[in-house]
């Protein structure tokens, strides 16, 4: 027997005139993510029923509970818009509660305005069908131990008892594409994860300086990426050496703003990439506060070596928030891996905390940049990284 599987979403119902295009983009992923299990996808009153085999109904829960733009989902149970087909199936459902479990509630959504009863009658005839089956059952309608919900369509009436969480947020791709800057630590992936939430497809770019940061340090980021894949099926990750570029500003600039001056040319390669690749903003998992190179006045000077949008979605998070979510998300672990990155390998013992757009800018004007920036673009590495 074939599975259905009722899907809903949240914020997508309030776009007003530009729904559609939200629920058409919802329908893709949804799409992508049980392809293997299931090609049969139906809109009805407000909900998405994916239809597949039984035997694989639990993993489709999983993965489609993981798409953005979903609010929950349930295993669900079709019948016809009669009542006393309604009662059969109620009863049916029901018979496998725990006897012990005699507090219940009903509650019905009736989208079929046509459909004779309204939902608090619906909730009444049920219910003391229940009751009559098990008189042992009492209503609760605060602290049931298990819930019925009924919805009533245009075409058939659907009854279940479990859901499961989405993510919420809007559909990836909606909102446009971005590169998310990935460090290989704990506060980047969060970044990309609010990202996609928002509904932005996301491609991801490490920087590695490599032989002096070791293979296993871009194996982490493959890492992180596929843990973000599960929700958006799939990310393009690009990896770029930046080993000529940390020499060079070693040989040549002060200790104290060697991390500046890197994260400027690391936004200057972003640039150049997502104009490649035509993206519209880079994401970066910078935190207010949180090390030398994300003060206000650090985060200014480094934004001025670029003219794309850039977006820091941790910006007023601390960092027990992002540990928070970061270990919901499952990269938690991967992240604390310590294979040092880039960054960390080279960081100064006492980095500017101030420092000042003119006097970066002279010691910039010491390096060949253009050149810096070309050899480091042809280190360029692309793989599409999928989820498990």
């Known amino acids: 027997m074939a599975a259905k599987i009722m899907v809903r979403y949240g914020e997508i119902a309030l776009k007003g005139k530009n729904r559609g295009q939200f629920e058409q983009q919802l329908y893709r992923n949804l799409q992508a993510a049980v392809v293997e299990y299931s090609k049969e996808i139906s809109k009805i009153h407000g909900r998405f029923i994916v239809t597949g085999p039984e035997e694989h109904s639990e993993i489709m829960i999983q993965k489609l509970s993981r798409v953005f733009g979903v609010a929950s989902v349930s295993l669900v149970r079709e019948t016809e818009l009669d009542i006393e087909d309604i009662k059969t199936l109620a ?163 002060p200790e104290d703003l060697g991390i500046i001056l890197l994260r400027r040319m690391m936004y200057r390669l972003a640039e150049q990439l997502s104009l490649k690749r035509k993206l519209q903003a880079i994401v970066t998992g910078e935190s207010l506060g949180q090390v030398a190179s994300q003060t206000l006045e650090s985060i200014n000077v480094i934004d001025k070596a670029t003219g794309m949008l850039v977006l820091r979605p941790l910006l007023g998070l601390d960092k027990k928030d992002i540990i928070d979510i970061a270990a919901t998300i499952d990269t938690y672990d991967t992240s604390i891996l310590p294979y040092e990155d880039c960054c960390t390998l080279f960081l100064p013992k006492s980095p500017v905390t101030k420092p000042k757009l003119q006097v970066i800018e002279n010691y910039e004007a010491l390096l060949d940049i253009e050149r810096l920036l070309k050899e480091a673009m042809s280190s360029l590495e692309t793989t599409i990284v999928k989820r498990d």
């Open 91 to 253: 009863a049916e459902i029901t018979k496998k509660i725990s006897s012990d479990d005699i507090a219940f509630k009903i509650e019905t959504r009736r989208a079929n305005k046509k459909f004779p009863y309204p939902s608090p009658e619906i909730n009444r005839i049920i219910g003391a069908h229940l009751q009559e089956l098990n008189p042992n059952l009492v209503v609760d309608l605060k602290k049931p131990s298990f819930k019925l919900s009924i919805e009533i369509g245009y075409s058939k009436a659907y009854l279940y008892i479990t859901s499961t969480a989405g993510p919420g947020g809007l559909p990836v791709g909606i909102t446009g594409r971005s590169l998310l800057m990935l460090s290989g630590g704990i506060d980047s992936p969060v970044a990309g994860w609010l990202s996609m939430k928002r509904g932005l497809f996301v491609e991801a770019l490490h920087f590695h300086s490599f032989p002096f940061t070791s293979r296993r340090s871009q194996e982490k980021t493959v890492a992180l990426c596929r843990k973000l894949a599960i929700y958006s099926n799939k990310i393009p990750l690009h990896m770029i050496s930046v080993t000529a570029i940390q020499k060079e500003l070693n040989a040549n600039c």
